[in-house]
């Protein structure tokens, strides 16, 4: 399988900032062209709200393989979706935030505002009700607060400062490389690419 490391995601994010959506207004990106393209999702993205869209983007562009020189982009879509504790794309509504954010609570990925660390994904609003989120790319050592990376701010991508006692329902952690899994999985718990069943209706 793949390899994802915070850092280089982190590091991804800062070199997106000022990337405007295009024409502007139009909620179209080149996060969504990215997801559609790699498949992560029953149907085209490009074109909604894009905050849960940059960050899958994020993650699909920094998944990598050293050790096998067959590794494509389809094995990097299935990883992707194994690092963010994410269903088969037919089933996968992460793009609206507050399933992202459930399926990292369901995975117990998920983390509160004593305990965040860079590189997790950050979700505001009430606990599922979830309206936007973010990628954590700097915090002072009290965690009094963060930086955040974050899509479709004013139309385009912003570094954020957010004080931690905004509306934050919490805060998910990806299945990073140099981070134990918060699950307790090990990476052996992968499941196979199986045959993608009819996609259902996005639940409300």
């Known amino acids: 399988m793949g390899n994802l490391h915070k850092s280089d995601l982190i590091e991804w994010c800062k070199a997106q900032e000022g990337t405007e959506e295009h024409p502007m207004g139009s909620n179209r990106t080149i996060y969504g062209e990215i997801v559609d393209r790699a498949g992560l999702f029953a149907g085209d993205k490009n074109g909604i709200a894009w905050c849960g869209t940059y960050c899958e983007a994020g993650v699909f562009e920094n998944v990598y393989s050293d050790t096998n020189p067959d590794y494509d982009d389809n094995d990097r879509k299935w990883d992707t979706l194994f690092f963010l504790y994410q269903p088969a794309p037919s089933q996968n509504y992460a793009c609206a935030c507050k399933w992202g954010a459930r399926y990292f609570r369901d995975a117990g ?93 996005e639940p409300v």
């Open 109 to 201: 990925a998920w983390h509160g505002k004593d305990d965040f660390e860079e590189g997790d994904v950050v979700f505001f609003g009430d606990e599922g009700d979830e309206y936007h989120q973010g990628i954590v790319i700097g915090r002072p050592d009290d965690r009094c607060g963060f930086y955040s990376s974050e899509g479709n701010h004013n139309n385009r991508v912003e570094t954020v400062w957010h004080g931690i006692d905004e509306n934050i329902s919490g805060f998910g952690r990806p299945r990073y490389d140099d981070e134990d899994d918060a699950s307790g999985h090990d990476d052996d718990s992968k499941p196979e690419p199986q045959p993608e069943p009819t996609p259902a209706p």
